[in-house]
């Protein structure tokens, strides 16, 4: 594998999109997967429950310090940013990011540092503009930039926004990104993908 | 790099990028390092991805590069350090947080609380003290709180400072009321505070039976026995070592059959004490001391 881990972020008509992605997945996709999708601060915890039944991979909602595992979808709790560390997860109640908690900015963020070059970053549907300073961080250490076509999103105001920050990114419609991202975590980067450099 | 017209909420680095990780974890060693053997304060084993993420929000708000250039301003300016703390301490929470959790605190724990004469709870990290007025309201409205005194405890003297001021914002109180009544309050939320200029004061009858003192759970150790320890929301801010660590001092600091309440995506699962507590209610992760 290219790639250790994928990040995804996702909000308004973000189910859809997700079930679509997540779908996409072959039965022994290894590389994990972990997923903001914003919602309200007293959501239950249905979301990885509805997720679970279109995937063989291991859908669960985090606690803090998990490990993160081969082959397992993390999806954000609600009320709770969650960040990446080497190997594991973590969880915090700091303020939410211009108002947002889960903010995919900052699991984006925190997943690039600790992975860098072997992170793919995904933006999703959403009508605002979390994910695109994630997603610009995510380039500057070296990682793949993947965001679905505005065109195709429910609400393209945050897949465009995205591309304003990062616009070498891959662009493709909903329906193209997972097959997209299980190729290029299995047999690298297209060519014409230039990794930012120190 | 261009300077950014908004704040970047520490998710931007100036010239952090591909290459420079190492040296950036470097620098961050050092500073903390420093701020250990300088103030006394240990953050040397924070979870980090969180503590980068403070510490770039807190570079970027004194108008610094450079993690280094923070060290430089902590280590000679203590009022920076002080905002540092701040940033660092500060355990943002809500009244009533979680509701479900004190629906099954009043059904599980209260029942058994009643059977004791006096009842000691320590609220670990109880910053600005939103959850003490809350556990307060509870008790009261359970007929508990006379029995009780509640420790109210945080590494920061400011927060406790305006924790005991009782006054906390007028635009959080719709949130709160709603919390509070799915937390199961009996009575009406508007009872428990006066609307004033400067914000919603407290009565004072919740703080009748509860003490603020400083209190560093890295570095000091236990000053009581406990029948429950709340620390919720508190340890996620740690790494698995000093979460364990800190887990040593709780267990310590229960009495048998003590009760452990921690925030609802925290565990006993990766601390050596696990199998010393029974699970009282596994979602809401109340514990109690079997052995």
């Not at chain 2, 945080?154 to 509070?180: C, G, H, S, W």
Request: charge should be negative; charged fraction near 20%.
């Amino acid at each position: 594998m290219f790639f250790d881990l994928i990040v995804v972020g996702a909000s308004w008509g973000g189910l859809d999109a997700l079930t679509v992605l997540v779908r996409g997945l072959p039965p022994d996709f290894a590389v994990p997967l972990v997923i903001v999708q914003h919602r309200g601060a007293d959501a239950e915890s249905l979301l990885s429950g509805l997720l679970q039944q279109w995937t063989a991979g291991k859908m669960l909602e985090p606690e803090d310090k998990d490990p993160i595992e081969p082959g397992h979808i993390y999806v954000a709790p609600a009320n709770y940013h969650l960040l990446v560390e080497t190997g594991h997860l973590s969880l915090t109640t700091e303020a939410p990011v211009r108002y947002s908690r889960p903010s995919i900015d900052v699991l984006f963020g925190s997943a690039a540092h600790a992975y860098g070059e072997r992170l793919i970053g995904v933006v999703l549907t959403g009508a605002n503009e979390d994910g695109s300073r994630g997603l610009q961080c995510v380039a500057e250490y070296g990682g793949y930039c993947v965001v679905q076509d505005p065109a195709t999103a429910v609400a393209p105001t945050m897949p465009a926004a995205a591309l304003r920050r990062v616009p070498h990114a891959a662009v493709l419609p909903l329906s193209g990104i997972a097959a997209h991202v299980v190729d290029v975590a299995k047999n690298g980067p297209p060519a014409e993908f230039t990794r930012a450099t120190a | 790099m261009a300077v950014s017209l908004t704040p970047r909420d520490g998710i931007e680095s100036p010239g952090a990028s591909l290459g420079r990780t190492e040296l950036e974890k470097l620098e961050i060693e050092l500073l903390l390092e420093g701020i250990f053997r300088h103030y006394g304060f240990d953050f040397r084993s924070y979870a980090y991805s969180s503590l980068r993420r403070r510490l770039w929000k807190r570079i970027e708000a004194e108008g610094l590069e450079s993690v280094s250039a923070l060290q430089n301003a902590v280590l000679h300016d203590p009022p920076v350090m002080e905002r540092l703390l701040r940033d660092l301490s500060v355990n943002v929470t809500a009244m009533f947080r979680d509701p479900s959790f004190y629906v099954a605190f009043r059904n599980q724990v209260v029942p058994l609380l009643r059977t004791y004469p006096f009842i000691r709870i320590w609220h670990a990290g109880c910053s600005t003290g939103e959850e003490v007025f809350s556990m307060a309201i509870l008790l009261t409205e359970e007929g508990l709180y006379d029995r009780c005194r509640i420790y109210a405890t945080d590494i920061n003297d400011i927060v406790l400072r305006q924790a005991k001021q009782r006054i906390f914002p007028l635009e959080r109180m719709q949130e709160y009321t709603d919390n509070y009544i799915k937390a199961g309050g009996k009575r009406s939320f508007s009872e428990y505070y006066t609307a004033m200029y400067e914000g919603a004061l407290f009565s004072p009858a919740l703080l009748k039976n509860a003490v603020f003192s400083q209190h560093n759970l890295v570095t000091d150790g236990s000053f009581a026995e406990f029948n429950v320890i709340l620390c919720r929301n508190v340890l996620i801010y740690f790494d698995k070592s000093l979460q364990g660590k800190v887990h040593g001092l709780f267990y310590d600091s229960l009495s048998t059959f003590g009760m452990l309440c921690l925030g609802s995506k925290e565990s006993l699962k990766f601390s050596r004490f696990e199998h010393c507590y029974e699970e009282l209610n596994r979602r809401e992760k109340i514990y109690r001391k079997v052995l």
